[in-house]
Nanobody, 123 residues
Framework: QVQLVESGGGLVQPGGSLRLSCAAS????????MGWFRQAPGKEREFVAH????????RYSDSVKGRFTISRDNAKNTVSLRMNSLKPEDTAIYYC????????????????WGQGTQVTVSS
């Protein structure tokens, strides 16, 4: 079955960096656009970034643009999210998600989800 497993979360001070990874299995990874979403306590899940099948197109939410970078390695079936200049408001559970073919910012259009990894930004 399809599995998406996130890793790399943790506690970091404001201004610090983290790199999240998502390992995919059970699907033809190169046929899926990949996205990162996050959910903070008491808030709805929100779009963070997505990347197209061939890595040619990326998109970011306004809140993370210029600080986060999404990338993928189709040979290793992984997608990563490099997060720099982290702020307390970035604290959330981060999820990776897979969508057949085209990328979108809409969470409900992604068919597969990981379990999430906690990112906490605090001094």
């Amino acid at each position: 079955q399809v599995q998406l497993v996130e890793s790399g979360g943790g506690l970091v001070q404001p201004g610090g960096s983290l790199r999240l990874s998502c390992a995919a299995s059970g699907l033809t990874f190169s046929n899926y656009a990949m996205g990162w979403f996050r959910q903070a306590p008491g808030k709805e899940r929100e779009f963070v970034a997505h990347i197209s099948i061939s890595s040619g197109i990326t998109r970011y939410s306004d809140s993370v643009k210029g600080r986060f970078t999404i990338s993928r390695d189709n040979a290793k079936n992984t997608v990563s999210l490099r997060m720099n200049s982290l702020k307390p408001e970035d604290t959330a559970i981060y999820y990776c998600a897979a969508r057949w073919l085209g990328a979108t910012t809409l969470a409900h259009e992604y068919g597969y989800w990981g379990q999430g990894t906690q990112v906490t930004v605090s001094s």
